[in-house]
């Protein structure tokens, strides 16, 4: 004995006609049954979903055909001049239509389309066309673009086309597909970084900035082998907002980009914005040339600990059977001097503390050829990076103490952790690839929004009625 169960789909249109279509039978056994029988397989599953998917969308292309048979502008009955089947990718797999082409009304000199604009002459017409010209549904497209933005083409291939059925899905329609939703978050990015209005309706007090630039390889066939890229994120009052990028080596798309996350963060012209960087005045001047109100430079802590560290890592190693020379112990304290310098902003005080580290340890590894000879030797070029460091950005070194306690910040570790989270996992350290300019920088875009949680508001903007699967 078993049971049956027969699913089947009734359509109502405008007219008032129903019609009753069967999409399938599911059987399960009553008395012998197994543990495998209980429920819905996942497979059955599908199969049905796509029999539902399959009948909705022919009877919307029939609708559709029904609301535009008639010329648009004489109003004349368009004869069909055939059917022909068409593939169709969507979220719950791949369909299979018939799809009707028209007779071309022929009551204009020159055709035009929808909206009135001059068209190319075709004799035959096919009005389903405008609605899913590259075949593809906007949740699968949804669906390639998030997951081509976290991980690699190949590896969303396969994750995308697991959850969805597909299975002629190639790494190169994912990737166009998150291209394409790139070059359109670039195109209102543009439009917002170009106009003048603030895109957000509260006004931000304060906006902190951590700016940054990396670089990736180039693919085999652009003019260059390495190109930078230009990334960074927006603090305001404390918590992050939005992040921005640009891969394409032109300053004023980089101004303007930087210019649509601010306006999206709160930033009239007359807010005060903190910029961070790593010292470099190219990554500072993209601000600059924006903002009227940007905070006085200052060298950033982070940059200087790292050296910092590099010094401590060598300057205090031991030997377990060999006896410390005295001059390492002197320097230890002269190390913690030149933090403390630094620390309160005295450069002067910490260019010479520095200067007497590196002289010292010098002629401790002209000295000694044992374990302390080459730690010594280690220190003395930790200790010179570190004094060169210095002579470039003593102008711009500050009380670091003092900045933050007004609430500063004082350390580009927010734009490191950008460049990582952003970048690095998908672009270079974790995953080495080569990159195209353009592929690089319109993957960077749809990455922004994914991490930023306004990637479905993209395709709401571009798909109106979209649906997130």
Not at 170 to 196: C, N, P
Not at 372 to 386: D, E, I
Request: aromatic content about 8%.
């Amino acid at each position: 004995m078993s049971l049956r169960w027969t699913l089947c789909l009734q359509c109502h249109a405008d007219d008032g006609r129903v019609e009753t279509i069967q999409l399938g039978t599911v059987e399960r056994p009553t008395g012998n049954a197994e543990p495998a029988d209980f429920g819905l397989s996942l497979r059955e599953l599908r199969r049905l979903a796509l029999a539902l998917q399959q009948t909705v969308a022919q009877q919307q292309i029939y609708a559709y055909d029904r609301a535009k048979r008639r010329c648009p502008h004489c109003g004349a009955y368009r004869r069909i001049k055939d059917w022909r089947p068409r593939t169709f990718d969507t979220a719950l797999g791949t369909i299979h239509v018939r799809v009707p082409r028209v007779v071309a009304c022929m009551c204009l000199p020159e055709p035009l389309d929808e909206n009135g604009d001059i068209e190319d002459y075709r004799e035959t017409l096919c009005p389903i066309e405008r609605l899913l010209p590259s075949r593809t549904t906007p949740e699968l497209a949804y669906l390639c673009a998030r997951h081509g933005a976290t991980g690699s083409y190949r590896s969303a291939a396969a994750v995308v086309s697991a959850l969805t059925s597909v299975s002629c899905l190639s790494h190169m329609r994912v990737r166009r597909e998150t291209i394409k939703i790139g070059e359109y978050i670039e195109d209102r990015q543009f439009a917002l970084g170009w106009g003048s209005d603030p895109q957000c309706e509260e006004r931000a007090k304060s906006l902190s900035m951590a700016i940054d630039s990396t670089v990736l390889t180039a693919y085999p066939f652009e003019e260059i082998s390495k190109f930078e890229v230009i990334a960074g994120r927006i603090e305001r009052e404390g918590r992050m907002t939005r992040r921005f990028a640009c891969a394409i080596p032109h300053r004023t798309l980089a101004r303007v980009l930087v210019s649509a996350a601010l306006k999206q963060c709160g930033w009239p012209p007359s807010t005060f914005v903190d910029v961070v960087n790593d010292g470099a005045s190219g990554m500072r001047s993209l601000v600059t040339q924006i903002a009227p109100r940007v905070a006085s430079p200052m060298l950033d802590w982070f940059h200087l600990a790292m050296k910092l560290h590099a010094i401590r890592s060598s300057l205090f190693s031991h030997h377990y059977f060999l006896p410390r020379p005295e001059i390492f112990s002197r320097c230890e304290k002269i190390w913690r001097k030149i933090r403390e310098a630094l620390w309160r902003g005295r450069a002067a005080i910490g260019i010479e503390l520095t200067r007497t580290l590196a002289a010292s340890m010098k002629e401790e590894a002209l000295k000694r050829e044992s374990f302390y000879g080459p730690t010594a030797a280690t220190t003395f070029g930790a200790a010179n990076r570190l004094l060169d460091f210095l002579q470039h950005n003593a102008a711009i070194l500050v009380d670091y103490a003092r900045a933050r306690r007004a609430g500063r910040r004082i350390s580009t570790a927010p734009a490191e952790s950008v460049m990582n989270h952003l970048i690095n996992r998908r672009m270079s350290k974790r995953q080495q690839m080569r990159w195209s300019i353009n592929g690089a920088h319109y993957l960077l875009q749809a990455r922004v929004e994914l991490l930023d949680g306004k990637l479905e508001e993209q395709f709401i903007y571009k798909y109106p009625h979209f649906r997130s699967p």
